[in-house]
């Protein structure tokens, strides 16, 4: 059974930054797209960004810019790493992965970025 599990949010002030990583039991190298997803507290879900089996980056508009996402195949762990954080990215982070037939989630773990 495939386990995702994130960590690494927290509370930061604006300006600040974060890198949230995703640990996947088994190999990464199994999943076709990884994405990074957010649930802001109005409950609205958003891509972050995604990343390919082949590398290939795509990035929600608010992210482009400040956040890069990324994934080690040695640790079977994607990474997002957050710069110049703003209050309107306050919202929990989930990890998605996909293989052909199925889609796996983490649980997410909560960024807050306080004005």
């Known amino acids: 059974q495939v386990q995702l599990v994130e960590s690494g949010g927290g509370l930061v002030q604006a300006g600040e930054s974060l890198r949230l990583s995703c640990a996947v039991s088994g190999s990464i190298s199994d999943f076709r797209l990884m994405r990074w997803w957010r649930q802001t507290p109005d409950k609205q879900r958003s891509m972050v960004a995604s990343v390919s089996e082949s590398g290939d980056t795509n990035y929600g508009d608010f992210a482009k810019g400040r956040f890069t996402i990324s994934r080690d195949t040695a640790t079977n762990t994607m990474f997002l790493q957050m710069n110049n954080l703003k209050p309107q990215d306050t919202a929990e982070y989930i990890c998605?992965?996909?293989?052909?037939?199925?889609?796996?989630w983490g649980p997410g773990t909560r960024v807050t970025v306080s004005a």
């Open positions: 998605n992965a996909l293989t052909r037939s199925a889609s796996y």
